[in-house]
C-alpha cells in the first residue's frame, strides 16, 4: 500500500548490488516510487534466495544504466526527476581494486562526475543525492584515535579507498560550488546475506556450510590474515541508516555508519564453529592477504545518530546466522 511519499519518485542506482537489494524494498515499504537501475540485461536483479530477507522486490521499475555513459543518467533523470538519488554504483571490493584499478577509479570517481553533472545540467531540478562511501577511507588510524570520526582527516590505504575519498572530495566541491545537495554515508564493513563471496565473511559462511553438507567435525579454512579487527554492520542496518540520512540529513555532510565496535576477524570463525559444531583449521592464503592493510576499523556514528536518530537492530550473531543459512540452504 502506498504511503505519504506516493507521489516522490527515488532513483537506486546499482539496485542490483547487496545494498540496493535491501534498500529498495525499504523505500518501496515507505511508499516511495522506486526505480533501480542495473548494468547490464542479463544482471540477476535479486535471487530468490537473497529475497527471503531482503523483502519483496515487486513493484520496483528496473531500468538499465552505465555510470560511464552520460547519456544513460541524462535519460533516467529528464524521465523520471527523482526527489531523491541513492548512488550505489560503487567498485567496492578491495582486493579486486588491486588487481584492477583503472576500472575502479572509473566507476568510482568518473560515474560520480557524470552523475554530478546529469544533475546539474537538468533545467529546475535539486534532488537529494546520497553518496555510498566507505570507512576504508580514513586508512590507518592510530588506535587511541578510535572509533573515527568524521573528523579525521582520511589518509587511504589502497586504491579503492583512495577512489573513494576523491569521489567525497568531489561531492563537496559540488555542493559548495553549485548549491548541490548531497550526502555521504561512510559505512563500516558492511556484510549481510546475499553478500559476495569475494569478501571475507561470506566466503567464511560459503567454507562452513559446505563443510556441514559434507558431515565434516573439522576442515581446512582458506583465510587472509584473520588478525585485523573490523567493526562489522548488517547491511539491513545500514540500509536504514541510508534512508534516515535522505530524509534527516544535512546537506554538505559526511556520515559515518557502523556499529561502532570492532573485532578480529577471526571472532566470525568462532562464531560459525559455534553455530555448527564444526571446527575449522585456519591456513594463510597468501593470495588473500592484501599488499598494504589497516590493522583495525571501529566507526563513530554519534553525529548520524544525532541527526536522524539511527540504531542498528542485528547482533553479528544474528547476521552471521542468517548468511550462513543463505549458503547452506
Given at each position: 500500500m502506498k504511503g505519504e511519499h506516493m507521489d516522490e519518485n527515488v532513483l537506486v542506482i546499482g539496485g542490483s548490488s547487496l545494498f540496493g537489494r535491501y534498500l529498495t524494498p525499504l523505500l518501496l515499504k515507505e511508499g516511495y516510487n522506486v526505480t533501480a537501475t542495473a548494468y547490464k540485461d542479463g544482471d540477476e536483479i535479486c535471487p530468490e534466495?537473497?529475497?527471503?530477507?531482503?523483502?519483496?522486490?515487486?513493484?520496483?521499475?528496473?531500468?538499465?544504466?552505465?555510470?560511464?555513459?552520460?547519456?544513460?543518467?541524462?535519460?533516467?533523470?529528464?524521465?523520471?526527476?527523482?526527489?531523491?538519488?541513492?548512488?550505489?554504483?560503487?567498485?567496492?571490493s578491495v582486493g579486486y581494486a588491486w588487481k584492477d584499478p583503472g576500472s575502479t577509479v572509473d566507476i568510482n570517481v568518473t560515474g560520480a562526475i557524470n552523475l554530478f553533472e546529469a544533475v546539474r545540467n537538468t533545467d529546475d531540478y535539486t534532488p537529494r543525492i546520497i553518496m555510498a562511501g566507505s570507512g576504508e577511507e580514513y586508512g590507518r588510524v592510530s588506535f587511541d584515535m578510535m572509533p573515527i570520526s568524521e573528523e579525521l582527516q582520511p589518509v587511504p590505504n589502497n586504491i579503492f579507498a583512495s577512489s573513494k575519498v576523491c569521489q567525497a572530495l568531489l561531492a563537496n566541491i559540488y555542493f559548495r560550488a553549485y548549491g548541490m545537495d548531497i550526502i555521504t554515508i561512510r559505512t563500516f564493513n558492511e556484510i549481510g546475506p546475499g553478500m559476495s563471496s569475494r569478501f571475507s565473511v561470506s566466503d567464511f559462511c560459503r567454507q562452513f556450510a559446505r563443510?556441514?553438507?559434507?558431515?565434516?567435525?573439522?576442515?581446512?579454512?582458506?583465510?587472509?590474515?584473520?588478525?585485523?579487527?573490523?567493526?562489522?554492520?548488517?547491511?539491513?542496518?545500514?540500509?536504514d541508516a541510508m534512508l534516515l540520512a535522505?530524509?534527516?540529513?544535512?546537506?554538505?555532510?559526511?556520515?559515518?555508519?557502523?556499529?561502532?565496535?570492532?573485532?578480529?576477524?577471526?571472532?566470525?570463525?568462532?562464531?560459525?564453529?559455534?553455530?555448527?559444531?564444526?571446527?575449522?583449521?585456519?591456513?594463510?592464503?597468501?593470495?588473500?592477504?592484501?599488499?598494504?592493510?589497516?590493522?583495525?576499523?571501529?566507526?563513530?556514528?554519534?553525529?548520524?545518530?544525532?541527526?536522524?536518530?539511527?540504531?542498528?537492530s542485528y547482533e553479528l550473531e544474528d547476521t552471521i546466522k542468517d548468511m550462513f543459512s543463505f549458503y547452506a540452504g
Open positions: 534466495k537473497t529475497e527471503k530477507f531482503t523483502g519483496s522486490h515487486e513493484g520496483i521499475n528496473w531500468i538499465y544504466m552505465d555510470v560511464l555513459d552520460p547519456e544513460s543518467i541524462k535519460n533516467a533523470l529528464s524521465g523520471l526527476r527523482p526527489s531523491y538519488i541513492f548512488d550505489l554504483a560503487v567498485q567496492n563443510a556441514a553438507k559434507e558431515g565434516l567435525e573439522e576442515f581446512i579454512l582458506h583465510a587472509g590474515n584473520v588478525n585485523i579487527e573490523r567493526d562489522y554492520t548488517d547491511v539491513r542496518d545500514l540500509a535522505a530524509k534527516k540529513g544535512k546537506a554538505g555532510e559526511i556520515y559515518n555508519a557502523g556499529a561502532g565496535h570492532a573485532v578480529p576477524i577471526k571472532r566470525i570463525t568462532d562464531i560459525l564453529s559455534d553455530i555448527t559444531g564444526i571446527k575449522a583449521l585456519i591456513s594463510s592464503d597468501l593470495s588473500r592477504i592484501r599488499p598494504v592493510d589497516t590493522p583495525k576499523f571501529e566507526a563513530d556514528s554519534s553525529k548520524l545518530i544525532k541527526d536522524t536518530g539511527w540504531k542498528k
